[in-house]
């Protein structure tokens, strides 16, 4: 099991990075909720990770902290959550407003989440309302939709930001036309890509 990375940064392109251990470069899947505060590029990273392997591929999904990522591990134990829907759920909500919303039974906010109707809510509180009540809080739950990060834009083309904010929001499991109203609705011709899909993903929450 691989549990851990640390390296530099040689990509960004939400929600997946490039990262360089010792000349060997790891592609990791992260929720954008960890993916807001990774580094610039060029720069170390630290993940924790989670391994997948399946019949047809092995996949790394990373995390900013232990406690994401003991999340991510309760979700994909729930009935019909499988990696990449605990990712779009971990990226349309902090780790600390999911719990809340299974504590609360507050469905209506776990079905704006892509992929999750309302009888996946319903089985996720069922599932879930004891383990998320007793997962270990390893590191302070940040709630990183609002995180207190460095506010620096990333220095590229406006198209390609709005470009690959859309392709986020589709590899989240958007629809089409629903990433593109979300990211028109919150442009900025200054934004980076990923303030784009942070503010997007607010909006629809």
Do not use: W
């Not at 790891?26 to 909720?33: A, D």
């Not at 610039?40 to 391994?51: C, L, Q």
């Not at 919150?186 to 629809?204: G, N, Q």
């Amino acid at each position: 099991m691989i549990g851990r990375l640390h390296g530099k940064l040689l990509e960004k392109q939400p929600p997946e990075i490039l990262l360089d251990i010792n000349g060997v470069a790891y592609e990791v899947q992260l929720p954008m909720t960890s993916f807001y505060h990774l580094p610039e590029v060029g720069e170390s990273a630290t993940i924790y990770t989670h391994f997948v392997v399946r019949e047809d591929a092995q996949l790394l999904f990373g995390f900013i902290d232990k406690y994401e990522r003991g999340l991510f591990r309760v979700l994909i134990k729930a009935n019909g959550v499988g990696p990449k829907l605990a990712c779009t759920i971990l990226s349309g909500m902090s780790a600390s407003q999911f719990i809340q919303a299974v504590l609360e039974e507050d469905i209506t906010a776990l079905v704006k989440m892509p992929g999750v109707g309302k009888k996946t809510a319903e089985r996720l509180v069922v599932e879930l309302k004891d383990k998320v009540a007793n997962i270990d809080e390893v590191s302070s739950a940040v709630d990183v939709l609002n995180p207190s990060i460095n506010k620096a834009e990333l220095l590229i083309p406006v198209n390609l930001a709005k470009e690959e904010a859309t392709s986020a929001l589709l590899a989240l499991g958007y629809k089409k036309a629903q990433a593109e109203k979300a990211i028109n609705a919150i442009y900025d011709e200054h934004a980076s890509s990923e303030t784009l899909i942070r503010e997007a993903l607010k909006s629809m929450v």
